[in-house]
């Protein structure tokens, strides 16, 4: 019974070539040449590892979310308090998104510049992961609304917007050269439109009737 020849590549190390080849790339201008030059294997190798480019980013994201994009879910997960959750998350996006060994920004974010039509389903693809992750914070901030740490009134779907479009403007200026410093003091200032639950009860006490 024929076996096959063995890989001669480590399939983990691979996944880590391919992270950042797509991640300093983008998916559309990633090359299967660009793919087997960073890899050191030949073309053949490489479908019969992962059978076509899509497959390989497919593969690739999903090691990047559970490596290098992990810290978005243990923020939410980990911090009781919703503000201390978005501070955190943001902070450790500034380190992460301007780390000297990895290429710069979000791959999430990236990796759809540009998309031809012909990669669509990619580029929807990745819209859906960004999407959930809005909903995961969206969850996180209207859980404080009904523990009482945020207004009663605040729009948690429009505040769980308003980070993510921060996180993607982190990765974008990332990208241009910012550096970590650059990226916490963004941070910082989004921090400044986190609602106050005590300065929302004072400004009503404030505007209230007296008896």
Known sequence: ??????????????????????????????????LT??????????????????????DALDRYIRTYGA???RALAEEPNARDAVERLLREAAAAYTRPDRPRGCLLITAATNCSPQSADIAAHLRDLRAAGIRALEDKIAAAVRAGELPARTDAHALATFYSAVLQGMSAQARDGATRTDLERIAEAALQAWPSAAGRRAADGAGAAPN
Do not use: C, N
């Open 1 to 34: 019974m024929r076996t096959g020849r063995p890989r001669s590549f480590d399939r983990d190390e691979a996944l880590e070539g391919a992270i950042a080849v797509f991640w300093e790339h983008g998916y559309d201008a990633t090359s299967i040449a660009l």
């Open 37 to 58: 030059s960073a890899l050191g294997i030949g073309a053949a190798s490489l479908y019969a590892a992962f059978g076509d480019k899509r497959a390989l980013f497919l």
């Open 71 to 73: 810290f978005t879910q």
